[in-house]
């Protein structure tokens, strides 16, 4: 019974013409674009670096200063807090370091995805030319 249907089936796409099985699909393109934010991090302000106190004016050549102990612990607190700024900088830019380079390889990717597309779109092309020149043959 299977060899009778089988049979049936190739004297059928023997006898129809060569166009009635060709078939071309129209190529479409699903590819998500990257995305990238683009917040460059901005680095703690100038006029947030701690200034030292007057008290420690005359330390550098004398050795010795007239701060009182809330004065330098206020002072080390703020030098302290702005080198806790510039270690959020550098975190911030190597983020974005990390975010750019991610950018740069999913742009990569959809372009070579787009290619891809183009190629399909030639292939299409080709195959309904083909097809349109076999219709008259």
Do not use: W
């Not at 166009?19 to 393109?29: G, I, T, V």
């Not at 990238?36 to 004016?57: H, I, N, T, W």
């Not at 190629?119 to 008259?136: G, N, T």
């Amino acid at each position: 019974m299977r060899s009778i249907f089988y049979f049936a089936s190739l004297v059928i796409c023997a006898l129809l013409p060569r166009s009635a099985l060709a078939y071309c699909s129209e190529p479409s393109f699903y590819s998500s674009k990257p995305a990238f934010s683009g917040a460059e991090p901005g680095a703690p302000s100038k006029y947030q670096k701690p200034d030292v106190p007057y008290c420690l004016s005359s330390y550098s050549y004398s050795g010795s200063h007239t701060c009182e102990d809330y004065e330098l612990d206020q002072y080390f607190n703020e030098v302290n807090e702005y080198i806790d700024d510039l270690n959020d900088f550098y975190e911030e830019a190597v983020e974005f370091a990390e975010e750019a380079r991610a950018y740069a390889e999913q742009a990569a990717e959809f372009a070579n995805d787009v290619r891809r597309h183009a190629d399909d779109v030639l292939d299409y092309a080709k195959c309904e030319a083909d097809e349109v020149k076999r219709q008259h043959e």
